[in-house]
Nanobody
């Protein structure tokens, strides 16, 4: 069974940075595209960044130029470097496979507030 464990969230001031990590297990990690999603209270979950098996990245307009997604296929992990954080980035963040969605992990909470 595929499992994702997200970590790295926390409370940060506007303009600050955080680096999220997602550890995957239970499948052949390297052949799948991976994505970071977020869900704010009262809103639908949205895909904010994705990286293909070959390392091609794509970002939602709301985070383009501020977030960087990367992956390490030797460690079955995917990261999200978040810079210039804004209050509207506050959400629970999750990782999953955009082209083969499976069970969601517990997520990691990011709160951007002064």
């Amino acid at each position: 069974q595929v499992k994702f464990v997200e970590s790295g969230g926390g409370l940060v001031q506007p303009g600050g940075s955080l680096r999220l990590s997602c550890a995957a297990s239970g499948s052949i990690f390297s052949i799948h595209a991976m994505g970071w999603y977020r869900q704010a209270p009262g809103k639908q979950r949205e895909l904010v960044a994705q990286i293909s098996s070959l390392g091609i990245t794509n970002y939602a307009d709301s985070v383009k130029g501020r977030f960087i997604i990367s992956r390490d296929n030797t460690k079955d992990t995917v990261h999200l470097q978040m810079n210039s954080l804004k209050p509207e980035d506050t959400a629970a963040y999750y990782c999953n496979r955009p082209t083969a969605i499976t069970s969601w992990g517990q997520g990691t909470q990011v709160t951007v507030s002064s």
